[in-house]
């Protein structure tokens, strides 16, 4: 049944629609999403920031992926420059071989050394998010593996910022550059010192750098990562973390909009649960920037969180000094992202309840508790009566049990004999009396 929504997506009453539709894409179900095609849903309308195919990706659903672009979806498409590739290669899910069938399906059809308005391209964000197949395939593939982004940053330059060691070892393997210099003019040599992965820095030092000393210092990197934490001398509620406010607003295609978040010192605490009003007061002025920016919040906190975002290590691997320090940031992060959600969540709900509704709904409570209290001291009570049941008197006088063995026969001969004398002399008692004597029995 075809509706005006389908077509312009202006009915605010629809959003129910888009949030079971965005539901159906996640899981791969493909026949709730056929439904709403053949209702007349464009292929091409935008769910949320991204069309289908987009979404398709970021999930990692190969069989919806292939149905879709059947339908007529195009994987040459893009937002802020963003690629169906791109969105593949920083899906949350953890099957990874999923991916792979992604690829394969949209690689003969797309520019695979595509940039974004930033410069980045697919090959770095899977660097970033130490996806090793998808990093081999797309190495395999003719990617350019030295291509910058606007920074000066290469593939390489992202897997040592993100610390992926294996990564690392890909691409120097496949050729990547170690001259490189990003727009700090640092090498990937520098980098890596400036970060503390000494590990790294010993992969990436060529004859030209400078010999690692063994007593390398950890001081300043240490105290950039302390620096994203929350302080004491502001509000502890929102501050810390300033820099995953420009990754959010950059995951929203809302980069254009960051040095306005920056001059108003917005921190990622303040930013999760930022109101309408707040917006207009920091100045972003269009009113579907807004909407976009909340329902873009809104779709953070309710989604689930991957295993993935602790970037933890395999228990059987050993955490070195220089891995604790991000990690116990990353844990911090999180407990600070849950507080938010659960400040957003409170400030969310509906009006209180009606003190009478609420009075009534805990008297039926108690009396459900009573209840199930009474059932209980029924079930201890028959429980009691079977015990009490099997007991036998001391006095009791029972057969050797030689009268069970000949039932069935003495049955048989009771039931032929009142047969016989009811068929005589017509007498329902005397069937009466065979049902007795089988009750006795």
């Not at 992604?102 to 690689?107: Q, S």
């Not at 068929?423 to 007795?436: A, L, P, Q, R, V």
Request: net charge neutral; hydrophobic share 40%; glycine share 4%.
């Amino acid at each position: 049944m075809p509706s005006k929504y389908f077509e312009t997506g202006d009915d605010k009453n629809d959003f129910n629609d888009e949030e079971k539709l965005l539901e159906a894409i996640r899981h791969g179900n493909i026949k709730v999403i056929k439904q709403h095609i053949q209702n007349g849903f464009k292929i091409e309308r935008k769910i949320g920031i991204w069309p289908m195919l987009m979404h398709a990706c970021s999930a990692g659903h190969p069989k919806l992926l292939e149905y879709l672009m059947s339908e007529g979806a195009n994987p040459k498409m893009s937002f802020g420059q963003y690629t169906p590739l791109m969105a593949l290669c920083c899906s949350p899910t953890a099957y990874e071989d999923d991916l792979l069938k992604c690829f394969e399906l949209l690689k003969d059809k797309i520019e695979i050394n595509s940039k974004n308005e930033f410069g980045l391209t697919a090959l770095m964000f899977a660097a970033k998010e130490n996806r090793l197949k998808l990093v081999d395939k797309l190495i395999n593939n003719q990617c350019d593996i030295n291509l910058q982004d606007l920074d000066g940053n290469s593939a390489l330059f992202h897997a040592i910022l993100k610390n992926r060691k294996e990564v690392v070892e890909q691409l120097l393997a496949a050729g990547a550059k170690l001259d490189l210099l990003d727009t700090e003019g640092r090498t990937a040599y520098d980098l890596a010192c400036n970060c503390g992965y000494v590990d790294l820095a010993k992969l990436v030092r060529t004859k030209d750098d400078e010999e690692l000393e063994e007593d390398f210092d950890l001081t300043e990197p240490i105290n950039l990562l302390f620096k994203e934490l929350p302080f004491e001398n502001g509000n502890m509620d929102y501050s810390g973390f300033p820099s995953e406010v420009e990754v959010l607003l950059l995951g929203m295609n809302m980069n254009s909009l960051k040095e306005k978040f920056k001059n108003n010192n917005i921190q990622l605490g303040e930013f999760l649960t930022i109101s309408n009003q707040r917006l207009k007061e920091i100045g972003v002025q269009f009113t579907v920037h807004r909407h976009h920016i909340l329902y873009c919040i809104q779709k953070f906190h309710l989604r689930l969180w991957d295993k993935r975002s602790l970037n933890y290590k395999e228990t059987n691997v050993p955490i070195t000094f220089e891995d604790s320090i991000p990690l116990l940031l990353t844990i911090v992060k999180h407990l600070h992202v849950l507080k938010a959600t659960t400040q957003y969540i409170r400030s969310h709900l509906n009006k209180p309840v009606d003190s009478e509704i609420y009075d009534n709904v805990s008297k039926g409570l108690a009396h459900l508790i009573n209840v199930n209290s009474e059932i209980s001291r029924m079930q201890m009570f028959g429980k009691n009566l079977e015990k009490i049941e099997s007991l036998k008197p001391a006095d009791l006088i029972q057969g050797n049990g030689s009268v069970t063995k000949y039932k069935p026969l003495i049955i048989l001969g009771l039931f032929i004999f009142s047969t016989i004398a009811f068929k005589f002399k017509k007498d329902s008692n005397i069937i009466n009396t065979f049902f007795k004597y089988i009750k006795l029995m």
